[in-house]
């Protein structure tokens, strides 16, 4: 008896761990089968339905997702170096901090293929993270007034663009706060409305005032500079 209950105990584990392989290797194996471009947009759909951040290493921030939507999805597959591109559109809307930020338009995010499975290499939305990385060090120098990190946000070192910013710089005690940024992201430019609160102080009397302002920023290769002005 006790033979065949150790030989029905040995049968059943085995089921148990064939189960378990299955378990683990079919999804992979029916990814292979799949192909890269029904991995990645599987892979693109789960992001949007659970939630992303968005890491911004030059700010050290992370642009944290509410509500996205990738559409109109199609990879191109290079096999020899095991990547691939996905070009989208993204429909976002999240927060960097206490700035909401909503966003449409195009995406090209670079994958690669590690182990198993496919990884952004860049993050899920390279462009939008650049974009928003430039909106920010912009706050950041109108608020601390440093017009040479402004000069170097400029496209082509554009001296009056940095002039557009000077009421912004006379302020004392100043603060400058975005209140929302909504973005539009073409293949060549990104148009921007920004909705902003300034505050300070002039020789004369203080000032405390809500705005809007339009942006535009031109891409050099993985960074966004601004053209036409920063106020």
Known sequence: MRAESARALGFILSIVAIGVS?????????????????????????????????????IGAKLRSRKARFDRISVTFDPAAKAALATATLDFEGALGPT??????????????????WAPEQGLAPRLSAAVEALERRRRA????????????????????VESAEEVLRLRRRSYRSLAWFIRSEREEVVVREEYRLQGDTPDRPVDRPGAVRLLLQSNGREFFFSGGLM
């Open 22 to 58: 299955a378990v683990v290797l079919l999804p992979r194996l029916l990814g292979i089968a799949a192909g890269p471009e029904a991995e990645i947009i599987t892979a693109l759909k789960k992001a949007e339905a659970a939630g992303f951040e968005l890491e911004l290493p030059e």
């Open 100 to 117: 909401e930020v909503s966003s449409l338009g195009l995406e090209r995010i670079p994958f690669l293929r590690t182990g198993y499975q």
């Open 142 to 161: 109108l608020e601390s007034g440093d017009a040479s990190a402004l000069a170097a946000l400029c496209a082509g070192g554009d001296s009056g663009v």
